[in-house]
């Protein structure tokens, strides 16, 4: 494939010169036959973005996704909790698919509050009912029925019809009001995150308030219940945060062995899959992405394609790296000529690594480091998908669901390292 790199800002992207055709669906034909038998009263087919942004400008894309390249077991699956097994019986569903259908069940007012107050969708109101009422009936009727969709239910097919739900009402980014602010807020506390950061000289413990940092970013979550009671209530300081998460050691707790790695190796190429707006970018993971650039290290953030809950996405992304820079254009001294934003092709707070974009599928050449990081991306799917490069799986535990599987604590942290 060949391929052509601009460069803009500082920030490099990757776009495509010749496009390569990959038989690999986008979604599921199960879940479109599910939206049509399920009484909706017009069944559409789910977006397919035909186009991605390089600081703004349209590039050629495709809407084909194909495998990550770096994956290397060949019985992969991206969920991590199973939810049912082959000597359940199918047409009952078990405790563990009621209390994820139960979870999904519960956020919905949560979804319904934000879409009532877009108003880049005329009738909002109306639509929003609509969303919530549709979005019910269908967790209701896998709760009577849950092989309806001719394969076991997880958590990739209850986000993805939320998401489809959503978006034939005509909603697109019902979160954005609320990820402006925080990403607005975050940009603010930046320079002063960092400059904490690099006034600690031992190289083991900058690693981890790094790591605390990244955990406590995490935690602005909208798709957990409680969380975002909270931030619609009073918001959440990260200072505080850093400073009151669970005490070490973690349920996964990994750290030591990646600080001895981090002080014997210099990662040349690096991918992170990041997660959500505000603190959680901009003060867990780019300072964390930062000291891997002065370190020589490339770095790419892959991001979602299209909004989902309060994840950040490419285009986010794209307008909020330059708000960060100082006045020579680095990001607080250290350059980015070495960053790249990638489109993860994906569209969920969750990722099935089989169906990534084509672009980044390109950039996995030659990395040597994969970063899972969030609950979604690393925890509830990809906690134990095995890599052909070294691999860091870093997230809080926020749904109770999570924490009862991993015998763990709510808010407890992982941070999983597999060497190769």
């Known amino acids: 494939m060949l391929r052509s790199l601009t460069t803009s800002m500082g920030i490099v992207s990757v776009a495509p010169t010749q496009t390569v055709v990959y038989l690999v669906p986008r979604y599921p034909p199960s879940i479109s036959t599910y939206l049509y038998a399920s009484s909706l009263t017009k069944a559409k087919t789910i977006h397919q973005p035909t186009q991605s942004y390089v600081h703004s400008k349209s590039v050629e894309s495709t809407s084909q996704l194909v495998p990550f390249p770096l994956l290397t077991n060949g019985n992969y699956t991206a969920?991590?909790?199973?939810?049912?097994?082959?000597?359940?019986?199918?047409?009952?569903?078990?405790?563990?698919?009621?209390?994820?259908?139960?979870?999904?069940?519960?956020?919905?007012?949560?979804?319904?509050?934000?879409?009532?107050?877009?108003?880049?969708?005329?009738?909002?109101?109306?639509?929003a009912e609509n969303f919530a009422q549709r979005y019910a009936r269908i967790l209701e009727d896998f709760k009577k029925d849950p092989a309806s969709q001719g394969r076991p239910l997880d958590i990739l097919i209850l986000c993805r019809l939320r998401e489809q739900v959503l978006r034939e009402q005509g909603f697109r980014d019902i979160f954005k009001k609320i990820k402006d602010v925080e990403n607005a807020n975050a940009i603010s506390l930046f320079q002063?995150?960092?400059?904490?950061?690099?006034?600690?000289?031992?190289?083991?413990?900058?690693?981890?308030?790094?790591?605390?940092?990244?955990?406590?970013?995490?935690?602005?979550?909208?798709?957990?219940?409680?969380?975002?009671?909270?931030?619609?209530?009073?918001?959440?300081?990260?200072?505080?945060?850093?400073q009151n998460l669970v005490p070490r050691p973690w349920i996964i707790d990994d750290l030591e062995t990646f600080r001895i790695a981090w002080s014997k190796k210099s990662w040349k190429k690096v991918i992170i899959f990041v997660d959500n707006s505000g603190a959680d970018v901009i003060l867990g993971i780019l300072p964390f992405a930062r000291e891997l650039l002065r370190r020589g290290s490339q770095v790419i953030l892959a991001a979602n394609d299209l909004p989902s809950i309060n994840d950040v996405t490419y285009s986010d992304l794209i307008e909020i790296i330059p708000k960060l820079k100082d006045e020579e254009g680095r990001l607080t001294g250290v350059s980015t000529s070495n960053l790249l934003i990638a489109n993860s092709g994906n569209d969920l707070p969750v990722i099935d690594l089989t169906r990534v974009s084509?672009?980044?599928?390109?950039?996995?050449?030659?990395?040597?480091?994969?970063?899972?990081?969030?609950?979604?991306?690393?925890?509830?799917?990809?906690?134990?998908?095995?890599?052909?490069?070294?691999?860091?799986?870093?997230?809080?535990?926020?749904?109770?669901?999570?924490?009862?599987?991993?015998?763990?604590?709510l808010y407890d942290c992982v941070i999983k390292y597999d060497e190769v």
């Open 192 to 242: 002063n995150v960092v400059h904490l950061n690099d006034a600690i000289e031992d190289e083991g413990k900058r690693l981890e308030n790094l790591v605390r940092g990244i955990f406590a970013g995490n935690i602005f979550d909208l798709g957990a219940t409680q969380l975002a009671e909270v931030f619609s209530r009073d918001g959440v300081s990260f200072s505080t945060t850093c």
């Open 79 to 127: 969920c991590t909790i199973p939810w049912r097994f082959p000597s359940d019986d199918p047409s009952i569903p078990t405790p563990t698919e009621l209390s994820w259908i139960n979870l999904l069940l519960n956020t919905i007012p949560t979804f319904k509050k934000h879409a009532e107050n877009d108003t880049s969708v005329p009738d909002a109101a109306n639509k």
């Open 358 to 409: 084509q672009e980044l599928a390109y950039l996995a050449n030659d990395v040597d480091l994969v970063i899972l990081e969030g609950m979604g991306r690393g925890i509830e799917t990809n906690l134990y998908a095995q890599f052909k490069c070294d691999s860091l799986k870093i997230g809080m535990v926020k749904h109770p669901e999570v924490a009862e599987f991993l015998g763990s604590r």
